[in-house]
């Protein structure tokens, strides 16, 4: 095996390059990088209706349909209702008994702009479900939540009315996340 020669100068870059490295990898390995900051936006309050749907396993699992009807929400920048719009289309799994929301519904603010929600995500160990959140809106006002990355919590068991559960759902975005819209022209606020 023939060695490779360098010259002093580019023996000590090589060397120095090595030292940089390995400083490097030694400080990946003892220094565990800062969670991100996460900045609220909102808590819904989600009304549904009972599971549609049987309880036998199918292809994907035990689907579930559970109408969403109706809630409100509020939070520093956008607060409204829920519309009688969606469901919970979620499986369980049988091999695990966890259970998985797959949620599509409707939010309108109280300054009148509509907002698509999905969600989906387990359910924890604590009972709760963790939840992405994708949202999707044509309002210049609100444009920028098609951008975020919104993570929930969601919380069952809130005291119930007749037939409707009443579920809880805590919802934040990465703070560094866009928290307003610059349009690149003027039509397209439109």
């Not at 939840?131 to 809106?137: G, K, N, S, W």
Request: net charge neutral; glycine share 8%.
């Amino acid at each position: 095996m023939r060695m490779l020669s360098f010259t002093r100068n580019g023996a000590t870059t090589a060397l120095q390059f090595l030292a940089i490295v390995l400083l490097a990898q030694i400080g990946m390995a003892t220094k565990t990088p800062e969670p991100p900051k996460l900045s609220f936006l909102y808590t819904a309050y989600v009304e549904c209706e009972p599971n549609l749907m049987s309880t036998i396993a199918g292809p994907h699992g035990i689907r579930k349909s559970i109408p969403i009807v109706g809630g409100n929400f509020s939070g520093p920048h956008l607060s409204g209702k829920i519309l009688n719009v969606g469901a919970d289309w979620g499986l369980t799994d049988p091999r695990t008994n966890v259970f998985s929301a797959d949620t599509r519904y409707n939010l309108r603010t109280d300054d009148g702009a509509d907002i698509f929600i999905q969600t989906s995500g387990p359910k924890a160990p604590d009972g709760h479900l963790h939840l992405r959140l994708v949202f999707e809106t044509a309002s210049p006002k609100y444009y920028w939540l098609n951008n975020v990355v919104a993570i929930g919590i969601l919380t069952s068991g809130l005291p119930s009315t007749g037939n409707l559960s009443l579920l809880r759902i805590d919802a934040w975005n990465f703070a560094s996340d866009w928290n307003a819209t610059q349009f690149v022209n003027s039509t397209a606020a439109v």
